[in-house]
């Protein structure tokens, strides 16, 4: 049987009118689910698990306010509730097919990740950016939760400034609470 998380867009959707709910929603989660989240921090937990454990909270707290979306070498609407387990590349351009959607319905994007995106080792950064700018301006905030003074923490601060939205880093080393609080303070100002 298939898990659905308390509080995700398939456990409020009425008679599994999960449009309808995503219609209802305030924010729209895009989680990295790239390999790289199975790396652990000093908490003995990876990433990925910690990220789950935000993500799983948030949603039952804040029932139906939250359209979760994963993604690595692509793009997964998680209806349930639950991200897929962290494997592969991290394709910013996959996050951004599934999210621009949700972003057109009146959703603020919060995109969390740990890493730069796998199009950067091929040249597409400054057309990542200029997607990103046209698609999300002004309804996207970022989320860094890798290592700090990297690569990733500055691409994801240029992101932020292309589309002018918010960067934030969140060492998750310290634990899940930072990240929590992010969210749920951009939730909130998300309406």
């Given at each position: 049987?298939?898990?659905i998380i308390k509080g995700s ?93 949700l972003s057109d319905a009146g ?85």
């Amino acid at each position: 049987m298939t898990q659905i998380i308390k509080g995700s867009i398939s456990s409020i959707a009425t008679n599994g009118d999960t449009a309808l709910a995503i219609l209802n929603a305030t924010v729209a989660l895009v989680c990295d689910r790239s390999a790289s989240m199975n790396e652990y921090t000093k908490s003995g937990k990876t990433r990925a698990q910690l990220e789950d454990e935000v993500v799983t909270e948030l949603q039952s707290r804040y029932s139906g306010k939250i359209v979760v979306v994963g993604f690595n070498s692509s793009g997964y609407l998680c209806e349930d509730g639950v991200l897929p387990t962290p494997t592969s590349d991290t394709s910013f351009g996959a996050a951004f097919e599934v999210a621009e959607a949700l972003s057109d319905a009146g959703l603020r994007v919060i995109i969390i990740s740990d890493g730069e995106p796998n199009e950067i080792n091929y040249g597409g950064e400054s057309q990542l950016l200029a997607d990103a700018k046209r698609k999300f301006h002004g309804n996207m905030d970022c989320i860094f939760v890798g290592d700090e003074n990297s690569a990733g923490e500055r691409f994801m601060q240029r992101l932020a400034e292309a589309v002018g939205g918010s960067a934030t880093l969140c060492d998750l080393n310290a634990g899940s609470r930072l990240l929590q609080e992010t969210i749920e303070t951009l939730l909130l100002k998300a309406g």
